[in-house]
C-alpha cells in the first residue's frame, strides 16, 4: 500500500510541476511509462473496492445536511422576527455565528470569560478595569442569548 502512495505523490508532483524546476509541462503524458503505471495502480485500486465512495459520498451529504439546518434555523430567527441587531451582536461578541447551537455559544462565552477574567490581570488595574468592562459585556450577551434559548425551547 505505502508503494500505491509513493507512486499516486510521484504522480502528484509531477503533475504539479513540484520540485522539478518548471522543466515538465505540468500535464499527464500517456506516452512517461512512470505515469501510466501509477494511473493504471490508481485505476487497479479504485476497482479493487479499496477506495469507498459511498463513505465520502455520505460524509459530504452530512454535511451539505448540517449547512442545511443552520440555514434553516437562521431563516427560522429571521422569519419569526428575533434576529434584531442586538442578538446578532450578542453573538459577535461571544465570537459565534448568528443561530449557533447553544452548546457552542456557552463552550465560547466560558473560553472568553476565561481568557478576559479581571483575576487574571490583579497586578495592573487599568488592564483590570478594562477586563471588568469586557467581562461584563460578555455575561449580557451570553444572558440575552440564554433567555432566547430558553424562550424557544417552551
Known amino acids: 500500500m505505502d508503494k500505491f502512495f509513493d507512486r499516486l505523490g510521484d504522480l502528484l508532483e509531477s503533475l504539479l510541476d513540484l520540485g522539478r524546476g518548471g522543466q515538465s509541462s505540468g500535464s499527464y503524458d500517456p506516452r512517461d511509462p512512470d505515469?501510466?503505471?501509477?494511473?493504471?495502480?490508481?485505476?487497479?485500486?479504485?476497482?479493487?473496492?479499496?477506495?469507498?465512495?459511498?463513505?465520502?459520498?455520505?460524509?459530504?451529504?452530512?454535511?451539505?445536511?448540517?449547512?442545511?439546518?443552520?440555514?434553516?434555523?437562521?431563516?427560522?430567527?429571521?422569519?419569526?422576527?428575533?434576529?434584531?441587531?442586538?442578538?446578532?451582536?450578542?453573538y459577535a461578541t461571544l465570537e459565534v455565528s448568528f443561530a449557533a447551537p447553544f452548546t457552542e455559544v456557552r463552550k465560547s462565552y466560558k473560553r472568553l470569560l476565561h481568557k478576559y477574567h479581571p483575576d487574571r490581570f490583579s497586578g495592573d488595574g487599568e488592564k483590570q478595569a478594562l477586563a471588568n468592562e469586557v467581562t461584563q459585556r460578555l455575561n449580557e450577551a451570553f444572558a440575552r442569548i440564554e433567555k432566547r434559548y430558553r424562550k424557544r425551547s417552551r
Not at 434553516?72 to 428575533?82: K, P, V
Open 35 to 90: 505515469m501510466r503505471e501509477a494511473i493504471e495502480e490508481l485505476d487497479e485500486y479504485l476497482k479493487s473496492g479499496g477506495f469507498d465512495a459511498g463513505e465520502f459520498a455520505s460524509a459530504g451529504a452530512e454535511n451539505r445536511s448540517r449547512s442545511r439546518r443552520a440555514t434553516e434555523e437562521e431563516q427560522r430567527f429571521t422569519a419569526a422576527g428575533a434576529a434584531d441587531e442586538n442578538l446578532r451582536r450578542d
